[in-house]
C-alpha cells in the first residue's frame, strides 16, 4: 500500500540526517496522499541508519494505523491536526534543529531581517505559546498541533506563505506541498534562524527589515507575476 510514496517519505527523513537537522531519533517526516486520505509516517524511535521504507507506517486521519508493523512516530497526532486544518499542506517536518528551537525555548518569533527570510516566509516566523499543563497532561501531541493551528488562525496567517513554525519550549514544524518540500522549509528555516541569532548578536537594537523589501523578494519567487528561476 502507497510504495512509492513509502519510498518517498524515507528519502525526505533521510534528507533530515544529511542536512544535519536532527541527532539520534528525533525529529520526522510525513506526508498525506489527499486521495486516499492516508499518511505515511517515520516509525517512532527508528534510528535513521536502519529505516527502510517497508518500516514506514500508514495511519489513516483517525490516527488508526492502515499499514505498518511498527508504531508510527510519537508527533503522528500533531501531524493530523494540521492535516485536518490546512488543506493545502501536503508534508509535514519536525525537528529540534539548534537555532530554530533556541528561539523556540526562548519564546520568541523570528523577525524578518533580511532577503533570504523573505525568499522563503512572508513575514515574522511565528512561535505559538507554551501548552498548559492541563493541555501536556491531556492528548498532547494533538494539543500541539491545535496549539499552533490556533496561533495561524488567530494571526491569519497562511501555512503555505510562512511555512514554518515554532512552539514554546519545544522545537520546529515545517509545512510544504509534499514531504520533500516541508523538509526543504525546515531546512531554510533554520538557516534563517541562525542569520537572526547572529544579527542580533552583532546588533541587538536592529530593527526589522522594510516591509517593501519583503514584499519584493516573497513575490518576486511565489507571487501571481513570480520571475526568478525558469519557466517550467
Known sequence: MLEELKQKVLR????????????????NVSEI??????????????SYDEMKAEDMVVVDLNGKVVEGDLRPSSDTPTHIEFYKAFPNVGGVTHTHSTFATAWAQAGRDIPFYGT??????????????????????????KNTGLVIIDRFKKGKIDPMEVPGVLIKS??????????????YNATV???????????????????RADKFMMEKHYQRKHGKNAYYGQKK
Request: glycine share 8%; hydrophobic share 40%.
Open 189 to 207: 528555516l533554520e538557516e534563517v534562524a541562525k542569520m537572526a541569532f547572529l544579527t542580533e548578536q552583532i546588533n541587538p537594537d536592529v530593527p
Open 116 to 141: 533570504t527570510h523573505a525568499d522563503y516566509f512572508y513575514g515574522d516566523i511565528p512561535c505559538a505559546r507554551s501548552l498548559t499543563q492541563e493541555e501536556i497532561e491531556g492528548e498532547y501531541e
Open 12 to 27: 525526505a527523513n533521510l534528507q533530515l540526517v544529511k542536512n544535519k537537522l536532527v541527532l539520534f531519533t528525533w525529529g
Open 170 to 183: 519545544h522545537g520546529v514544524f515545517a509545512f510544504g506541498k509534499d514531504g520533500d518540500n516541508s523538509v
Open 33 to 46: 496522499d489527499r486521495e486516499t486520505k492516508l499518511i505515511v509516517i517515520k516509525p517512532s524511535g527508528v
